[in-house]
């Protein structure tokens, strides 16, 4: 059956429907960057709240900046933006749900005009974001916002044509400071540490080499409240979209598969309203940070830790590796021994039933999370999942023998050939860059731990961490994967 508004009735009885109709909503939310996350996490909670029978006020405005959002509006509108949330788990407690929580969608492209109208409107209370690390235009090595972007420089000597999001950001908030209306506030859900800050950053630097009035009415004005967001969400592909057909008979033209697990962890800081979201499920808290640290560290730290040792051996999926008895005592090592030490308490969560669920999570088959997925913008991930705990080690005096094979095998996985002889393209912006950094095995240390934006300054002078480092590399390459974590866990015990 087609996903659409008049055909609700007619689909199965166990899938869940919205309990609203979209006529009863009105949009107080623009969300720039429509991805599956965005729709398994802020979309899905809000449509949750309305299922309760509140929250109408806001509704979702999907936002695109880039050209293949046309592909997703598109996809979206001829099914009335309505989407399939599809949970694949293990076990029988999953559910599939109909999502009617985004009622529209703005594309750059069609008319910057109206989308800076949209956001500038008094109704748009909150505009969150998902534009991943890399949309925020931060220097890794330095913090600094990198104003010198192409992207950026045109935004500046032309405010009213913006292509960027911060270039329509400001071109709203000045809208609305002149007109006076109230600010909105800018709420991050990517997964990057400290988001709201992060985002205040960016956008105060832009706003001050646009109009430093502008500036001074942002950052008294409009708030950016840190976030800690998790849920598992694979890209959607074809096969998923064809066993939601066979297995529950909804043709949908793009579904979000995702795992059962979500968590929300929200600062209450919000200038001009917000959801009632604690009543599903969200947690507000006045600080996010040891949640924050939390999830970076321990969850998306062990992906990158399994996900490219798992492309080299040959592996392809998540839930592959964690079958494989080596790599779960490999990915339980790191975190017991090298990231749970630097964690701080975590008010209400107990952590060693925190990795137990991950390993859960990371082991679930039925969502087939692809490790091409978590392999990929690796140049932007370990600045902020991994590079803290080694830098911690460095400081700590630890043992670099788990963290450094993370490096070594992201080292080798760039010269996209695995163990198997198995070609593979790179998924990141710098695989170029990357790529030439690993092109010379015997440069690989000199060149590849000497870029600063990726491992700051501390790592590369660490003699012990570039010994293990080099042990590792030589260790991939003449005993494999296997072999490698063989060594290094007899010398654990």
Known sequence: MKLSKNNLSRLDADIALPAYTVESTRQGIAHIGVGGFHRAHQAFYTDALMNSGEGFEWSICGVGLRPEDKAVRDALAQQDYLYTLYELGDTPDTETRVIASISGMLLAGDSPQALIDKLASPDIRIVSLTITEGGYCIDDSNGQFMAHLPQIQHDLAHPDQPRTVFGFLCAALARRRAEGTPAFTLMSCDNLPHNGAVTRKALLAFATLRDADLHDWIKHNVSFPNAMVDRITPMTSAAHRLKLADEKHIDDAWPVVCEPFVQWVLEDKFVNGRPAWEKVGVQFTDDVTPYEEMKIKLLNGSHLALTYLGFLKGYRFVHETMNDPLFVRYI?????????????SVPGIDLEGYKDTLIERFSNQAIADQLERVCSDGSSKFPKFTIPTINRLIVDQGNFERASLVVAAWA??????????TTYKIPDPRADFCQALVADDAL???????????FGVAIPKSAEFVAAFEQNLNDLRTLGVS???EKLLA???
């Open 412 to 421: 080798l996985y760039l010269k996209g050939v695995d163990e198997n002889g």
């Open 332 to 344: 339980r090592a790191y975190m017991d021994l090298d990231v749970t030490p630097q964690l701080a």
């Open 491 to 493: 010398n654990r015990l």
């Open 483 to 485: 072999g490698t974590l």
């Open 444 to 454: 690989i240390t000199q060149r590849l731990l000497q870029v600063e934006e990726i």
